[in-house]
């Protein structure tokens, strides 16, 4: 073996080619001081193969060493077959450090919408040496025109990104900056299945292509950051760009427009904008951002209307502080002050507990009423008590049709109908007095979805329509 080099080679190339790895590093280890550091450094078809066969025994970190001792620089100058393996050995030691961040998230998820749009602060952790290196080697790997290359670049950009944005406070700075490093036409449009398992079902489903989720980043990360004008442009190219969409990312495009528009002035359009999201969407963040809305255009009723609805939707009241504060400002403009001072201390309450930050506005506000500081002991009374004001709104004294039906009553029915019975929930038409009939549908975290039929006796109260134009049937009970 002294001094063939290609012989040597070859050797290493065959046993990886017979998945023999382990036989790889050994082989090697006995064989290489018969040649020189620039020998085989020079060798992209050794270098390559002695990658593969150190991450196929998971040998990350020697992979690295490997590097560092035989003086092999990653750059413009690497050759392709070095360029992916060293791709993959970025990869395995980004997914093993990042292990805590992962989870058993639906793909779905990812791109969900939250309340927030501003980040309160600009985070800017210090980026880990894989962070680093993975930056530098992306503009590398993406100019290579192969399906090895773009495979390694995608999985690789795509986890950083998604592990980035599951964190709990995401560096969007970093997200927008990483998005940057490729432009969106390079990125490929093909969509890949996977097969989920929901309520013990599996399902196919597709996800979204590398060039889709750029934009969902990248339109996200400029939304967060304020930047709205390019929020604007991002978004309206994405909607022009795609004909189909997943994860609803349209109508998330759509509601970062509508922001953008808040943001340039255009009050009105914005209004009309997120009301169009709102009928796909029925979020409780969005109800908020029309309430802000309303509220900044001096109509106090709207805002107010938008904002019960948005507390009376479905989500953690930890993350509806900055909506209390809202219902705060509203019901102290409408000059309910008694109401107005339990909002403000109920978000005030919810951050002590979560040892967040008392925003300066919120201590301000609070110091207006001469009012003794209601203490953290009392927070679930004080929650219960405005829990029974917000539900006051949930029913309304029904139409002259109905008008007996009322408020908080219950009425009888029995289910005649089922249009759908999924992982989404259930949803319906319920006949009761005289063989009227009326929609129903309940969420997917329902107990009673299990006990609905067609012929199940159900009590059950009347939503009124003032809001979304249809009344619906609320189901309390399966009798």
Request: aromatic share 12%; net charge positive.
């Amino acid at each position: 073996m002294s001094g063939n080099l290609i012989q040597f080679s070859q050797n290493i190339c065959k046993l990886n080619k017979e998945k023999k790895f382990s036989d790889t590093l050994k082989f090697f280890k006995e064989n290489k001081t018969a040649f020189t550091k620039e020998q085989i450094r020079e060798n992209d078809f050794l270098v390559s193969a002695m990658l593969n066969a150190l991450q196929k025994t998971n040998y990350i970190d020697s992979a690295f060493k490997f590097l560092d001792v035989y003086n092999i620089t990653i750059d413009e100058n690497t050759k392709e077959r070095v360029l992916v393996s060293y791709g993959w050995i970025l990869y395995f030691k980004f997914k093993s450090e990042n292990k805590h961040n992962e989870s058993n998230q639906n793909e779905t998820e990812i791109f969900d919408e939250d309340e927030n749009v501003l980040v309160e602060e600009n985070y800017n952790y210090a980026k880990s040496e894989i962070i680093q290196k993975t930056e530098t080697y992306i503009p590398l790997i993406i100019k290579i025109n192969n399906n090895f290359a773009y495979s390694i670049f995608s999985k690789l950009f795509t986890s950083v990104l998604k592990i980035e944005k599951r964190k709990p406070k995401p560096d969007w700075k970093f997200i927008n900056d990483f998005c940057s490093l490729v432009t969106p036409d390079i990125l490929k449009t093909d969509c890949r299945t996977i097969e989920i398992e929901l309520k013990g079902k599996t399902k196919t489903m597709e996800l979204a292509s590398d060039k889709e989720s750029w934009f969902a980043y990248k339109s996200k990360a400029l939304m967060k950051l304020g930047r709205f004008n390019e929020c604007y442009e991002i978004s309206k190219a994405a909607l022009e760009t795609f004909n189909k969409f997943h994860y609803s990312n349209d109508v998330w495009f759509a509601r970062r427009i509508a922001l953008a528009k808040k943001s340039s002035g255009n009050l009105k359009e914005a209004i009309i904008e997120l009301n169009e999201v709102l009928k796909r969407k029925k979020e409780w963040f969005i109800q908020k951002e029309i309430a802000d809305l309303y509220k900044e255009s001096g109509d106090v009723d709207n805002a107010f209307n938008y904002a019960i609805q948005a507390v009376n939707n479905f989500g953690s009241l930890e993350y509806k502080v900055d909506l209390l504060f809202l219902l705060g400002e509203l019901l102290k403009k409408k000059e309910e002050n008694d109401l107005a001072f339990n909002h403000y201390s109920l978000s005030r309450l919810i951050r002590l507990k979560a040892n967040w930050s008392i925003p300066s506005k919120l201590s301000l506000e609070l110091k207006q009423f001469d009012k003794e500081t209601i203490p953290i002991e009392k927070l679930r009374e004080l929650e219960r008590e405005l829990r029974k004001y917000w539900d006051s709104f949930k029913f309304y004294e029904h139409d002259t049709r109905d008008k007996k039906y009322s408020n908080n009553q219950l009425v009888k029915g029995k289910i005649d109908k089922i249009l759908h019975n999924n992982e989404k929930g259930a949803d319906g038409f319920i006949k009761y007095e005289n063989n009227k009939s009326i929609y129903f549908r309940t969420n997917s975290t329902d107990i009673i979805n299990t006990k609905i039929k067609v012929g199940a006796n159900v009590e059950f109260k009347i939503l009124s329509g003032a809001y979304d134009k249809r009344e619906r049937a609320v189901i309390i009970t399966i009798i």
